[in-house]
């Protein structure tokens, strides 16, 4: 089993910044992709940014030059560093992680999810 556990969240004023992190522990060999997603009230849950196990990063078109994502393979670690907040960034934010838990074939990968950390940007 593998646990997720997110911190970071907050109230912050637009043009704030914050940081999350998210720590996966349990019976893992490798971790794949991490990510962040977020919600907001009434809308779907929506990719925020990703970043592979080699270091490759994307990001959802409206966070592009202000979110940064990040990790830490020894820690088991993503971090999303936020900056210059907007208001419209408000929403539940959930960290992802495709968890490999086996060292042999056949491999055995799975999507684990963060509890989800709110964050408030106010106007």
């Known amino acids: 089993q593998v646990q997720l556990v997110e911190s970071g969240g907050g109230l912050v004023q637009a043009g704030g910044s914050l940081r999350l992190s998210c720590t996966a522990s349990g019976s893992i060999f490798r971790i794949n992709q991490m990510g962040w997603y977020r919600q907001a009230p009434g809308k779907q849950r929506e990719l925020v940014a990703a970043?592979?196990?080699?270091?490759?990063?994307n990001y959802a078109d409206s966070v592009k030059g202000r979110f940064t994502i990040s990790r830490d393979n020894a820690k088991n670690t993503v971090y999303l560093q936020l900056s210059s907040l907007k208001p419209e960034d408000t929403a539940v934010y959930y960290c992802n992680m495709n968890v490999r838990t086996t060292a042999s074939f056949p491999f055995n990968e799975h999507d684990y999810w963060g509890q989800g950390t709110q964050v408030t940007v106010s106007s």
């Open positions: 970043v592979t196990s080699v270091g490759n990063t």
